[in-house]
């Protein structure tokens, strides 16, 4: 389509175009960055507006794990991979509850959306496929990274119990990379649901186990060799166990192969959620 000039004392007249624009093309030619971000900050706003059921609450419930379990061993004091029980749990429980809370987050956004019929505001605004995505999964991440905060701050001064951390990297990469996979979990899960009960099927009956049986209370070492085959097969398990090796300096799989494996899976998680994104499935009528 070709825009001319118009002159005042004519017909129009041919003159140099002065917006070419092909049919088709689109008019942000790189990422919508300030679209990005609002979408992001909306995310963010709606979980925030109820902190205490969204960061507060997740992180009081994982601390009373550890309450119990130390309360329950009483003057036993267990060592698994060379740490007090205590220790070994208390990072497993960080990253069990960033994970449970991504999901969390992701798997309400365009479910709610679907069933109060704002759906459009997803669908309509000048943001691609790409950018809807890495917005919604971003604020998941970001909800994690907050509830594994503050579930840190309360065990670090809970007495009895360790969690100092000794290798940072390991921390920030496990925890981006576990939050990262529910989250895209929970974008797919939203978009599958039609029902907050289909949320709750995914998030109890897949979410919730897989986290409590990959090591979380327990090494895997100590398994017959069935159940540590099943184990090294659930991606959770690689997660916190190299979560784990961030603050105790060990681990029960090698943590650049777990590091590698949970890299490669969120990017198969991440291009199924783009083709489901834009295939608009169960989105568009």
């Known amino acids: 389509m070709t825009i001319h000039q118009k002159s005042d004392n004519g017909p129009d007249r041919d003159a140099n175009p002065v917006v070419q624009l092909p049919d088709g093309e689109r008019h942000i030619r790189n990422v919508n960055w300030i679209g990005l971000q609002t979408l992001y900050m909306k995310e963010v706003r709606r979980f925030f ?16 794990y550890l309450i119990i379990f130390t309360v329950a061993l009483g003057s036993v004091k267990p060592q698994v991979l060379g740490v007090p029980f205590a220790d070994f749990i208390a990072p497993g429980l960080i990253i069990m509850g960033m994970m449970q809370n991504a999901f969390a987050n992701s798997s309400f956004s365009l479910l709610v959306g679907k069933m109060q019929g704002t759906i459009v505001d997803y669908l309509m605004p000048p943001l691609s496929n790409a ?26 001064i809970w007495p009895g119990v360790n969690v100092t951390p000794a290798h940072m990297w390991a921390i920030l990469w496990f925890g981006l990379m576990g939050s990262m996979m529910l989250a895209l979990i929970g974008v797919m899960t939203s978009i599958w649901a039609e029902k907050f009960d289909h949320a709750a099927v995914v998030s109890n009956f897949v979410v919730a186990p897989a986290a409590l049986l990959s090591g979380t209370f327990y090494s895997v070492d100590k398994l017959a060799p069935t159940f540590q085959a099943i184990s090294h097969a659930n991606p959770f398990f690689y997660a916190i166990s190299g979560f784990r090796y961030g603050f105790i300096g060990a681990a029960d799989s090698p943590v650049l192969f777990g590091a590698i494996v949970l890299l490669a899976l969120n990017i198969v998680l991440a291009t199924i959620c783009y083709l489901l994104l834009r295939s608009g499935w169960k989105l568009r009528s």
């Open 49 to 64: 507006k109820v902190q205490m059921q969204t960061v507060w609450a997740p992180a009081i419930t994982t601390l009373l």
């Open 131 to 156: 950018e809807v995505l890495a917005a919604l999964t971003f604020a998941a991440v970001t909800r994690a990274f907050l509830v594994g905060g503050t579930i840190w701050l309360a065990m670090a």
